[in-house]
């Protein structure tokens, strides 16, 4: 299938600095999503949008349930930006109807065809999503403003770098608080067609992968205790489901 979609397989790796040192590494792929060409993807008989099928994508599961489209065209607006014009997100899928999204990266361009922003959209385990929207700069940069660990503070910043979509793609953040690494976090995949062929081997390659993201989120979560990292309790906020905020940064040159 041609086109601007494509699957990105690869590893995702974390490696948290301090105060003690913990690394972690796990193969996984990644959907990158055209959304003009979610029509045409629809039609492939081992993927659906909005419907049942082996591997899935749907609209709620991103944005704020309006259509995702407008939704994105929102977001940029809030940032000054916009309107876009290809809109493309590199995200898990549903395998067997079950998905957890730690991270969704959109790759907006204008209507010429250039970058113009990049939303991160987060997802915590407590049902809540969170986006960042920044342009398109040599480096973005925000501050954390959304919970996400229970092992890491609130006051810390991240920045993000951006290898965009072709032949490989490769995104990075590096967390730091009181201006010294904390974690680093990456994924780094390399394109393959998105085809039934490419997605009925992934299937028996990274047997029910989205499963296993929330079985290693746990896993390395009891690692971390094991270790003597306490959980940072957030005594100001309680966890709301499905809480969708928005934060606006500006790129830092």
Not at 52 to 67: I, K, Q, V
Request: net charge positive; proline share 6%.
């Amino acid at each position: 299938m041609s086109g601007h979609s494509a699957i990105y397989i690869g590893h995702v790796v974390h490696q948290r600095h301090r105060p003690k040192k913990h690394a972690l590494r796990y193969r996984v792929f990644s959907l990158l999503i055209d959304l003009d060409e979610l029509p045409v993807l629809n039609q492939l008989r081992w993927f659906g949008h909005n419907r049942g099928a082996l591997f899935s994508f749907r609209d709620s599961d991103h944005g704020d349930g309006s259509p995702l489209r407008g939704w994105v065209d929102q977001q940029l607006a809030g940032a000054g930006l916009g309107p876009a014009g290809r809109v493309r997100l590199l995200c898990y899928p549903r395998i067997l109807g079950y998905v957890f999204n730690p991270l969704t990266v959109w790759f907006c361009d204008d209507a010429s065809g250039q970058p113009l922003a990049t939303i991160y959209e987060v997802h915590n385990t407590f049902g809540e999503r969170h986006t960042y929207v920044l342009p398109v700069a040599t480096e973005q940069a925000a501050d954390k403003a959304f919970y996400v660990s229970p092992f890491i503070d609130m006051d810390c910043r991240y920045q993000f770098r951006l290898t965009p979509p072709a032949d490989k793609v490769r995104i990075a953040i590096n967390e730091t608080q009181d201006g010294e690494p904390l974690l680093y976090a990456a994924f780094t995949g390399a394109a393959r067609p998105f085809s039934d062929k490419t997605l009925l081997g992934l299937f028996f390659s990274h047997p029910l992968m989205t499963l296993k993201v929330t079985a290693g989120i746990h896993w390395e979560a009891l690692c971390l205790i094991a270790k003597g990292i306490r959980i940072r309790w957030y005594t100001d906020r309680k966890p709301r489901r499905h809480e969708r905020a928005t934060r606006i940064a500006e790129p830092q040159d």
